[in-house]
């Protein structure tokens, strides 16, 4: 069984910084793919961005340039870091593991993050 926990969300202002980590428990293979993704109310749950076990990174046209996913295989931990933040980058974010070897993928239970002044 796998198990992931997300941490680091809360209240910013507009501009403002936030880092979320997910530590990531249980029977993990290589090669896996890690990814946030964030559900807004009223609106589908959307990748954020993903990165291979390799480290190469995928992005959301809407966060490029702004976030930045980062990994520590050694530590089975994932991390968003998220600059300038915007009021609309307000929502549940939500960790996942993607095991493409058994095809089975895993959500961890989502951290709140709002941006507002």
């Known amino acids: 069984q796998v198990q992931l926990v997300e941490s680091g969300g809360g209240l910013v202002q507009p501009g403002g910084s936030l880092r979320l980590s997910c530590a990531a428990s249980?029977?993990?293979?290589?090669?896996?793919?890690m990814g946030w993704y964030r559900q807004a109310p009223g609106k589908e749950r959307e990748l954020v961005a993903a990165?291979?076990?390799?480290?190469?990174?995928n992005y959301a046209d809407s966060v490029k340039g702004r976030f930045t996913i980062s990994r520590d295989n050694a530590k089975n931990a994932l991390y968003l870091q998220m600059n300038s933040l915007k009021p609309e980058d307000t929502a549940v974010y939500y960790c996942n593991l993607l095991l493409p070897g058994i095809g089975r993928d895993y959500w961890g239970q989502g951290t709140q993050v709002t941006v507002s002044s």
């Open positions: 990165i291979t076990y390799g480290g190469t990174t």
């Open positions: 249980g029977s993990i293979f290589s090669p896996n793919i």
